[in-house]
């Protein structure tokens, strides 16, 4: 078991945290192996109790854990604070490394069963952006019942969940634009958008060319909720917190007016139907409506940076076969979608970007 861990922690530890990990097991013989799971689960729960109950141990066996963790690192590891237990430093330091160990550990000792996707019942909980979910999740529900047929799908939305809730297995997978992302999350990049201009069909500025002053002349969908949390109200003049197609006016010294501000791209869509409204939005979501006689869609008439839709999912599953089925399946469904949306969103494209290209690590 020594041998075992000392090569983990060399393959997945830097080389001075490795280091720093490496003096647990300098001396084995000394080292109930448990510790680290104990150490695990603490720092994830950050509450004595909520880790004895995850671990089916008693409160007082998992405090006493506690104490011989920091005995054993010389470190009080979580401190009491007004907002609770807070991890120290080196808990903070230690905390990748140990799951990265574990991770492993359990990668090598456990028997790799093939998911059973005719046969399995499993519960797959997606977090979405009304965006995603509009885009993409119909053809992965599609799938998903050609596939695996008594297989649940529970999608939820970026207000019911938090990164804790990925970081810790509770949520299989969330499917979004993020502007940040821990460290240790996997993540795969499933598509890169544009943008493009959704408004009636009989729209008063459609009379003249559409340019970036009838653009500005005219009133304006405001869409976006792509975080996770749950969402706060709208200051109009808060330029930063309005998002990419504002934040690109502000860089031309331009500002729209926004007459509407809604956080479901469903309803932008809907309220594009206004006569007088534009609704600028991803250009996956306008290719929904392209069959729609009411509206419209045009190219915006200023360079709108794209993004990058991602799936993104937790270490401790990384290596799992159910969730490996299903990321292989949404990476295909992403495929397809693109492959389809092509010849529509070809034109949405700006030439002045960088193409970005898929990635996962």
């Known amino acids: 078991m020594y041998i075992i861990l000392v090569n983990v922690a060399r393959k997945t530890c830097p080389v001075n945290s490795f280091y720093c990990v490496l003096e647990l097991y300098m001396d084995i013989s000394r080292i109930d192996l448990n510790l680290l799971v ?20 008693t409160q007082p066996a998992m405090s006493n854990s506690l104490r011989r963790l920091r005995d054993l690192f010389s470190d009080p590891l979580l401190v009491r604070t007004s907002e609770g237990m807070t991890a120290t430093e080196r808990a903070r330091e230690l905390q990748p490394l140990v799951r990265s160990i ?47 047929p008594h297989v649940t799908l529970d999608v939820l939305t970026p207000s019911d969940v938090s990164f804790l ?17 821990p460290q240790s999350f996997h993540q795969k990049t499933l598509w890169i958008e544009y943008f493009a201009c959704l408004m009636n069909a009989r729209n008063p500025i459609l009379k003249e060319p559409f340019t970036l002053d009838t653009y500005l002349d005219a ?30 006016l502000s860089r031309m010294g331009s500002k729209r ?8 791209y469903q309803s932008a869509m809907l309220l594009a139907e206004q006569h007088d409204l534009i609704a600028t939005l991803p250009s996956r979501a306008a290719w929904l409506q392209k069959d729609n ?13 794209p ?52 990635s996962e690590r």
């Open 38 to 57: 104990y150490l695990d689960v603490l720092l994830r729960e950050r509450n004595v109790t909520k880790a004895a109950n995850h671990l089916g141990i």
């Open 307 to 358: 993004f990058e839709l991602k799936m993104a999912w937790s270490p401790l599953l990384q290596h799992n076969s159910d969730h490996q089925w299903l990321r292989r399946l949404i990476s295909d469904v992403a495929e397809e979608v693109d492959e389809e949306f092509a010849p529509f969103g070809a034109r949405f494209e700006s030439m002045d970007v960088p193409e970005a290209k898929p």
């Open 165 to 181: 809730d990925v970081e810790q297995g509770r949520l299989d997978m969330a499917i979004n634009r993020f502007d940040k992302i």
């Open 293 to 305: 006689p009411n509206l419209v869609v045009k190219i915006p008439p200023f360079d709108i940076p």
């Open 257 to 264: 007016q926004i007459s509407v501000f809604t956080r479901h």
């Open 102 to 148: 574990l991770s492993n550990i359990e990668q090598a000792v456990q028997e790799k069963t093939p998911f059973a996707a005719l046969d399995s019942q499993r519960v797959f909980r997606i977090m979405a952006s009304d965006y995603a979910e509009s885009c993409l999740m119909p053809r992965v529900l599609r799938r998903i019942r050609q596939e695996a």
């Open 219 to 248: 009133s304006h969908i405001w869409v976006s909720k792509t975080g996770f949390g749950v969402g706060v109200g709208v200051n109009p003049k808060d330029v930063q917190r309005l998002g990419w197609v504002d934040e690109a």
